[in-house]
Nanobody, 126 residues
Framework: QVQLVESGGGLVQAGGSLRLSCAAS????????MGWFRQAPGKEREFVAA???????????YYADSVKGRFTISRDNAKNTVYLQMNSLKPEDTAVYYC????????????????WGQGTQVTVSS
């Protein structure tokens, strides 16, 4: 198991940027695939981005079509931290953003992740 703590959310105007961080506890962070998900009020939790563990693919990255070209996921295994750089933010990006981890191959399905952070609110004003 790994414990996850997100930070970096806030209020930003459309077109602005935010960087989310997710700090993980434990010595096995390097073995986990890390993902970011988001959930807006009244909507299901949806996949945003993921970065695989080095053992699977050398840390390949994956993105939802809605954020491709605007968001960048990265990981620093020395700091046990994964980041989500969000640029050109839109009002429809407003949601609670969650960091998640699992040990299998890449997946965009929330229920296959078994470690979750508490979430951080991102609000984009128009």
């Amino acid at each position: 198991q790994v414990q996850l703590v997100e930070s970096g959310g806030g209020l930003v105007q459309a077109g602005g940027s935010l960087r989310l961080s997710c700090a993980a506890s434990g010595r096995t962070f390097i073995n986990y695939n890390m993902g970011w998900f988001r959930q807006a009020p009244g909507k299901e939790r949806e996949f945003v981005a993921a970065v695989e563990a080095i053992k699977w693919s050398g840390s390949s990255t994956y993105y939802a079509d809605s954020v491709k070209g605007r968001f960048t996921i990265s990981r620093d295994n020395a700091k046990n931290t994964v980041y989500l750089q969000m640029n050109s933010l839109k009002p429809e990006d407003t949601a609670v953003y969650y960091c998640a981890a699992h040990l299998g191959r890449h997946t965009t399905t929330p229920y296959e992740y078994d470690n979750w952070g508490q979430g951080t609110q991102v609000t984009v004003s128009s």
